[in-house]
């Protein structure tokens, strides 16, 4: 149970992290929501008919963690992939910190992404990122082959819920995961079947929780394949 000193400190980086956000000032034909990430103005088109196409305060907290980490969590140059990236926040801030990022979600989201992403990182960033179809637990080494697609970090926001592909979910996470890979996974709990999620979790990955938001109800966790070879 949180003391008065961390309740305070949650409040105070929430309200940081919420800060990020901005409304546009003039009314537009296209809605669109406004964030201020990597030194960049970014904006992003929703679908509320759709939960994969609204941005949750997870990819919130998990932006502001790259941000405010970049000297130990350095992108530049690395190797990235989002699962269930949704409108691509995550992977342009990641982008625009200079990472090679593979953005990734279910066909019906993907048009909606790549819009989200070639506005916000055409000629801003590094590496031109890519979005590619995956279905969790669907054609992994076919799409995804092992032996060319090293990763050097998973990033992943609010990806469990109650759905029917936990089991999948976790055969992804495991597939694209190698020994040097480093999991960076913020996940708002809701239900029970989200703690027991990661148990099942920890089964085949060292978890480590970095920061814990009990205003919002949100943990983010630090993973490694277990028994990984250390550089």
């Not at 593979?102 to 890519?130: E, F, V, W």
């Not at 996470?173 to 989200?194: A, G, N, S």
């Amino acid at each position: 149970m949180q003391g008065k000193n961390g309740e305070k400190e949650d409040e105070q980086v929430v309200s940081e992290i919420m800060a990020r956000c901005f409304f546009p000032s003039v009314i537009t034909t296209t809605s669109w929501e406004g964030f201020h990430f990597a030194g960049h103005e970014i904006r992003i088109t929703e679908a509320t008919d759709c939960y994969g196409a609204v941005v949750w305060p997870s990819a919130l907290v998990l932006c502001h963690f790259l941000e405010t980490n970049s000297k130990e969590y350095n992108l530049a140059d690395k190797n990235v992939i989002e699962i269930g990236a949704g409108t691509g926040l995550v992977s342009i801030v990641a982008s625009l910190l200079g990472a090679r990022v593979i953005a990734t979600d279910l066909p019906n989201l993907l048009g909606n992404l790549q819009y989200n992403i070639s506005r916000n990182t055409k000629m801003k960033c590094r590496h031109r990122p890519q979005v590619k179809e995956l279905s969790w637990g669907m054609a992994l080494e076919k799409n995804f082959p092992k032996s060319s697609n090293h990763f050097d970090y998973i990033l992943a926001t609010d990806v469990v819920y109650a759905h029917p592909f936990l089991d999948e979910l976790l055969t992804t996470f495991d597939h694209l995961c190698q020994d040097t890979t480093i999991i960076l996974w913020v996940m708002k709990f809701r239900l029970d079947k989200e703690n027991k999620f990661v148990d099942r979790f920890q089964e085949l990955f060292n978890l480590e929780e970095m920061s814990n938001f009990p205003s919002l109800n949100i943990k983010l966790y630090k993973a490694m394949k277990k028994n990984c070879k250390r550089a």
